[in-house]
């Protein structure tokens, strides 16, 4: 079975960066494309980031592209998510989520993924 493990989140000053790490439970993980999202109070679960199986595929949503990386650990079985520059409209939990096959594409529907973290909680104070 899979699980998904977030952490990194916390309290952070706007203009400042965090890394979010997602630990899965082991090399099943290696072979699932892999997604970050996240989730304000009040609104719907938005898809972040994802990166492909082989890692070959990595896609940003418009809106925090350039300001964010996805990358992946296959040896660590973990995926990251580095975010700078935060603005306080960054504040959310942030998921990491697993999807059993891999179609060569990138999905960014949440109801797509078939695994999903605790989720972490980041807060961006101004």
């Known amino acids: 079975q899979v699980q998904l493990v977030e952490s990194g989140g916390g309290l952070v000053q706007a203009g400042g960066s965090v890394r979010l790490s997602c630990q899965t439970s082991?090399?099943?993980?290696?072979?699932?494309?892999m997604a970050w999202f996240r989730q304000a109070p009040g609104k719907e679960r938005e898809f972040l980031a994802g990166i492909s199986g082989r890692g070959f595929i990595i896609e940003y949503a418009d809106r925090v592209k350039g300001r964010v990386t996805i990358s992946r650990d296959y040896a660590k079985y973990t995926v990251a998510l580095q975010m700078n520059s935060l603005k306080s409209e960054d504040t959310a939990v942030y998921y990491c989520?697993?999807?059993?096959?891999?179609?060569?594409?990138?999905?960014?529907?949440?109801?797509?993924?078939?695994?999903w973290g605790q989720g972490t909680k980041v807060t961006v104070s101004s």
């Open positions: 082991g090399r099943t993980f290696n072979n699932y494309p």
């Open positions: 989520a697993a999807k059993v096959r891999d179609y060569g594409v990138i999905i960014r529907s949440a109801g797509s993924y078939d695994y």
